[in-house]
């Protein structure tokens, strides 16, 4: 079996001006189609080719760096597109909402420590907001393509929401305004996914 790149769930100019089509263009059809391509080769001939994503990211730090970074790539950036949507942006509502208000204070103050932690990781990675083991929401970050799935995350959660801060993603609107690129993910994230995650995540 091997992993294959499903389109995006809208059209590459769809979240535009937030983020730009020619980000979207490079960014599905060139880095995460890279990442597929090269998880493939990682598990081709292996033991491990049969195995569902979910369960090579959970493994990955004892399968190898390949499946580690490349199946990494896959499932953040899968989940990312599916974090954002056209007619998007807003505020949570619902128990989601109210979890936010109760684990940060209020969405603004979430928001702020959020953006905190993607602006706070060096160099390339990921900002996340996730469900922990109590059934708390949480947030935090991780390295490359990382994820706190993974058997070497510093930090185990479900995530629920995913911002990716490597360069890639941001540097041909923004350059090297990461915060402005955070500030705007805003804009378009679909909070009713994030709710139907958390409400997966907590039941
Ligand atoms: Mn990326």
Not at 138 to 165: F, H, R, W, Y
Request: contains cysteine; proline residues 3%; negative net charge.
């Amino acid at each position: 079996m091997s992993f294959t790149l499903l389109p995006l769930p809208y059209a590459h100019d769809a979240l535009e001006p937030h983020i730009d089509t020619t980000t979207m263009q490079i960014h599905h059809g060139k880095h995460h189609q890279a990442y597929v391509d090269n998880l493939n080769k990682a598990i081709a001939g292996t033991e491990h080719e049969n195995k569902s994503l979910e369960d090579l990211v959970a493994h990955a730090g004892k399968i190898s760096a390949a499946v580690r970074n490349n199946g990494g790539g896959h499932w953040n950036h899968t989940f990312f597109w599916e974090s954002m949507d056209e007619n998007a942006g807003g505020m949570p509502s619902g128990n989601l909402a109210k979890a936010i208000h109760d684990a940060f204070g209020s969405f603004e103050s979430f928001k702020e420590k959020f953006a905190n932690a993607g602006m706070t990781r060096f160099g390339s990675g990921w900002a996340w907001l996730g469900v922990d083991a109590n059934k708390k929401l949480c947030i935090c970050s991780t390295p490359n393509q990382d994820n706190p799935l993974m058997d070497v995350a510093e930090i185990k959660c479900t995530p629920i929401l995913g911002v990716d801060v490597w360069e890639h993603a941001y540097y041909l609107k923004y350059q090297n305004r990461r915060a402005e690129y955070l500030g705007a993910f805003w804009n378009v994230v679909d909070w009713k996914k994030v709710a139907e995650r958390f409400e997966a995540a907590t039941k």
